[in-house]
């Protein structure tokens, strides 16, 4: 006989002894004893009921199913992940995003599918990327500035790529703690995504996480980048404003500042500008903005000149100057017709992206590659091959050298 477990899920009966087990917790049962009446054989009643608790000792197949039920949520259809981002659910829209990040061939196929049925509702919201050098104040700045364009009516959501231990390649900030408010907001998502070892920490799949923010009715999506290697470069090519946060040294000099990235920037803030720092802010922001005028190429955007501002997240100093600056900025690219233009680029250049990735995992995980590449990493590391020769030995086993 089954019966319910209060919660919902069933329960069965242990074949060997009655007695009622789920998933290996022990479940005290009343025995026979317990349960029937006593015989009246002239003897006193029986006592107190006697509890046993039996232990089920799950099977090997058993308990690796049981590991899966823990471990894997209940799957969703294809429709459900599209109506509950289209609805703005908070919780399917973090499934969504967890089933695009997701590097399973099946989540890749139903992640696929998701997608396309979300591309009409995609296009509208500010795609805004944020980086700056580790302490420049990302986060804080980003709760902040978050806040206050939820106070104007604005849905905020926040892509937060956070560096990864080079050993478990999962998170090791915890940019939600930080972003407390927009962390609970009913207006506003949160998502920290381990970047997995990703060149220059941008997460690989950012870019489908946009698009699915954007169908779930965001208006705003901020990107936040580690501000190391090449990531404000990939963030760049995602987005539609770059700004780029800064801050002053003892003097009035900026602190790491790359001519690259000042190349790649549409609005420069210098953050912290409050207390004894706001008057060095200035000074720093009147020189940087003559600067920009020179470093600016003109490939870039001929019609728009970078700006720089001062902010500080305590003060707010600088946050409705920075958003309105995000405003004017997407207008100048509509006028001329250029936001269009980039997006439409960007998407063709993530397709060869992708397709660059793919071939790059299937070289390496061919069956001659394998069993030839510790061989040659092993030549070149002792200086007995090329890097060339080994490359195109590489590329032969793989069958894509082409033929003269």
């Given amino acids: 006989m089954r019966c319910a477990h209060p919660s919902g899920i069933a329960e069965s009966p242990c074949p060997r002894t009655g007695s009622s087990f789920l998933n290996g917790r022990s479940t005290p049962v009343r025995s026979a004893a317990a349960t029937e009446k006593p015989k009246q054989h002239g003897l006193p009643a029986a006592g107190p009921p006697i509890i046993s608790v039996v ?231 009147a020189e940087l903005e003559r600067a920009l005028h020179i470093l600016r190429p003109a490939s870039r955007d001929e019609a728009w000149t970078p700006r720089a501002v001062v902010s500080s997240s305590l003060t707010g100093l600088g946050l409705d100057e920075i958003w309105q600056l995000i405003v004017e900025h997407r207008r100048s690219l509509e006028e001329r017709g250029l936001l269009d233009t980039r997006r439409r680029q960007q998407r063709l250049d993530w397709m060869w992206s992708l397709v660059d990735q793919g071939l790059l995992a299937a070289v390496r995980e061919h069956p001659e590659v394998a069993a030839m590449v510790g061989r040659l990493e092993a030549e070149v590391l002792d200086g007995r091959n090329s890097p060339t020769a080994a490359a195109e030995t590489i590329l032969e086993a793989f069958g894509t050298v082409p033929r003269g």
Avoid: W
């Fill in 55 to 285: 232990r089920h000792v799950a099977l090997p197949h058993e308990a690796a199913a049981d590991e899966e039920r823990r471990t894997v949520p209940y799957q969703l259809t294809a429709n459900e992940y599209i109506s509950g981002v289209l609805r703005h659910d908070r919780a399917v829209l973090g499934r969504t995003i967890t089933l695009v990040e997701s590097n399973s061939p099946r989540h890749r196929a139903l992640a696929q599918r998701v997608l396309t049925a979300l591309l009409p509702h995609t296009g509208g919201a500010h795609r805004i990327g944020i980086s700056g050098v580790p302490g420049v104040g990302k986060s804080s700045f980003i709760e902040a500035f978050g806040c206050r364009l939820l106070d104007a009516g604005h849905r905020v959501a926040v892509l937060a790529v956070d560096p990864s231990s080079t050993v478990t390649r999962g998170s090791i900030l915890g940019d939600k703690t930080r972003m407390e408010r927009l962390a609970t907001a009913d207006a506003a998502f949160v998502r920290p995504s381990p970047t997995g070892g990703s060149l220059g920490g941008v997460a690989r799949k950012t870019r489908e996480s946009i698009l699915v923010c954007e169908a779930a009715g965001f208006d705003v999506v901020l990107v936040e980048t580690v501000g190391v290697g090449q990531s404000e470069t990939m963030v760049a090519e995602m987005v539609d404003s770059f700004l780029l946060l800064e801050l002053t040294g003892a003097g009035d000099e900026l602190q790491g500042i790359k001519r690259g990235i000042l190349e790649l920037a549409d609005i420069i803030a210098i953050n912290k500008a409050d207390g004894d720092n706001l008057a060095r802010a200035e000074r720093a922001r």
